[in-house]
């Protein structure tokens, strides 16, 4: 049974940074695209940021420019560096894996965790 464990999470003011954490399995990480994914309360969770296993990324458009996704091969794990963090980026983020449709789309995945909580004070 593959699994995620995210972390790095924390309490930052507003133009901080942080630096998320998601360790998977080898049995995951070799063969999945990544996802990064957050929820704000009373919010639907959103996709934040994608990576193939070929290093591709993308993030969406309310991140451009402040958060990058990176993979660490060596320690398969997968980071999620947010920059000039705003109020509104506060939420749990989740990692999950499998394809890049499945992550696009989160269907069919099946690695939901714990997540790790990040809030942004004004």
């Known amino acids: 049974q593959g699994q995620l464990v995210e972390s790095g999470g924390g309490l930052v003011q507003a133009g901080g940074s942080l630096r998320l954490s998601c360790a998977a399995s080898?049995?995951?990480?070799?063969?999945?695209?990544m996802g990064w994914y957050r929820q704000a309360p009373g919010k639907q969770r959103e996709l934040v940021a994608t990576?193939?296993?070929?290093?591709?990324?993308n993030v969406a458009d309310s991140v451009k420019g402040r958060f990058t996704i990176s993979r660490d091969n060596a320690k398969n794990t997968v980071y999620l560096q947010m920059n000039s963090l705003k109020p509104e980026d506060t939420a749990v983020y989740y990692c999950?894996?499998?394809?890049?449709?499945?992550?696009?789309?989160?269907?069919?995945?099946?690695?939901w965790g714990q997540g790790t909580r990040v809030t942004v004070s004004s």
């Open positions: 990576i193939t296993s070929g290093g591709t990324t």
């Open positions: 999950n894996a499998g394809s890049l449709y499945q992550i696009e789309t989160m269907t069919g995945l099946r690695y």
């Open positions: 080898g049995t995951i990480y070799s063969r999945a695209a």
